[in-house]
């Protein structure tokens, strides 16, 4: 039990790090700090919760035994491998819903972004983009029972970066303090809302791409790393319209995403099951390789249309570290957009301090080794 434990922890300190926002000055993290760390993480002492704080390893808990959970109610028409009800893996759906609810933002208008929580909201939790989402918000309903102390704001992003951890991704930077709207309001009202069409839409190329993410202040090789999460998950007909995973491995985070959109052959789906594709005549066109077990969709296409685009599709083909580098810092910056943490009216700077549960006793450990 202790060996189970300790392995755990262990794997989790470069996470405990980087939550305390230790600056590049602060020493290299041994092995020896590591196990001191592991160590306090085990005990309860070194690295404790305040009682007014959420418990982020409790949490974390949690939510990975909700995606691991094969009896999880997530339904679809589609009858997808991996829990019950057809609607595939949880994972892929919690990082979905975190990244729709980050995904709002407008650096002009200055609204929107993660905070406020406000999916839990008509209209928002309507939109065509979030189709499907209440099942994910529902899944996370227990643990926020469990865990009054954290906003639904928090959870949700939280969620999204567990299930890319969980995955075999990149450890994900946190900040907490993101404070709930506490009723529908619009973004006149409250800046925490925005209006519906603000995220991509799966059948427009490059210069819709550019659009929706320019708008959020990201660039073109944040853009092409962040479209690597496509390496989970799949379209729902009953949801987005489209169908069909990206990948092979879609409960696996990785970049295998840019290696199919290179290497496969794409042509335009007319068939499903044997019959029309419906997608053709409801505005879902699509792409498939060449045995139909894989899709992808106009957007994702534009990465490889577009030439600057492409340039860093080859490298995160060529180089997964790079990849799981860029994504890591760009998920982050995503899910901190507009937001204020705490209520503090101030917009997050992402050079500012992390608010993260046990940031102080591992400062104090490693200031202990210098």
Same mark, same amino acid.
């Given at each position: ?20 926002n230790?600056?590049?000055?602060a ?60 609607? +595939?893996?949880?994972?892929?759906? /919690? ?7 980050s ?8 609204? !929107? ?39 639904y704001?928090? /959870?949700y ?5 567990? =299930?890319?951890?969980?995955? +075999? +991704? ?16 619009? =973004? ?10 603000? &995220?991509p ?10 659009d ?22 799949? $379209? ?25 959109? &290179? ?28 045995? !139909?077990? &894989? ?7 534009? #990465? ?17 570290? /790079? ?6 810092? =760009?998920?982050?910056? #995503?899910?901190? /957009?507009? $937001?204020?943490?705490?209520?503090? !009216? ?5 050079? !500012? ?12 450990? &490693?200031?202990?080794?210098?």
């Amino acid at each position: 039990m202790f060996s189970r434990l300790a392995a755990s922890a262990f794997k989790r300190v470069p996470q405990m790090v980087r939550a305390s926002n230790i600056s590049a000055a602060a020493p290299r993290i041994t092995n020896q700090t590591k196990c001191l760390l592991a160590a306090g993480a085990i005990a309860g002492t070194s690295i404790a919760h305040s009682a007014s704080s959420p418990n982020y390893d409790a949490i974390r808990d949690q939510i990975e035994n909700i995606i691991e959970d094969e009896d999880a109610y997530n339904p679809s028409v589609d009858a997808a491998p991996g829990p019950k009800a057809g609607g +595939g893996d949880i994972g892929p759906m /919690l990082i979905r819903l975190a990244w729709h609810c980050s995904g709002t933002w407008d650096k002009d208008a200055k609204n !929107g972004g993660s905070d406020g929580g406000t999916m839990r909201f008509s209209p928002e939790s309507e939109h065509g983009g979030n189709a499907g989402l209440g099942h994910a918000r529902n899944l996370l309903e227990p643990v926020k029972a469990a865990n009054p102390d954290i906003s639904y704001a928090d /959870l949700y992003i939280f969620a999204g970066k567990v =299930a890319i951890e969980a995955a +075999g +991704g990149p450890d994900i930077g946190f900040t907490a303090g993101r404070t709930d709207a506490p009723a529908a309001s619009c =973004a006149a009202a409250d800046s925490r809302f925005s209006p519906d069409g603000r &995220l991509p839409d799966g059948d427009k190329g490059p210069s819709h791409v550019r659009d929706i993410f320019y708008r959020m202040g990201f660039n073109d090789r944040e853009i092409v790393a962040l479209c690597g999460a496509h390496s989970m998950g799949r $379209c729902h007909t009953d949801r987005s319209g489209f169908w069909g995973p990206w990948s092979y491995s879609p409960s696996t985070f990785s970049n295998e995403y840019f290696r199919l959109l &290179l290497e496969e052959s794409w042509t335009p789906k007319t068939t499903h099951n044997g019959k029309p594709w419906k997608g053709l005549s409801t505005g879902n066109p699509q792409y498939e390789n060449s045995n !139909g077990q &894989l899709m992808m969709l106009i957007s994702d296409l534009a #990465l490889i249309e577009d030439p600057i685009f492409k340039a860093w599709v080859v490298k995160y083909k060529d180089d997964e570290e /790079l990849f799981f580098n860029d994504f890591a810092a =760009a998920y982050q910056k #995503l899910n901190e /957009l507009g $937001c204020k943490f705490n209520g503090s !009216g101030a917009e997050k700077s992402l050079t !500012g301090p992390a608010m993260l549960v046990g940031a102080a006793s591992v400062v104090g450990v &490693l200031t202990q080794l210098k």
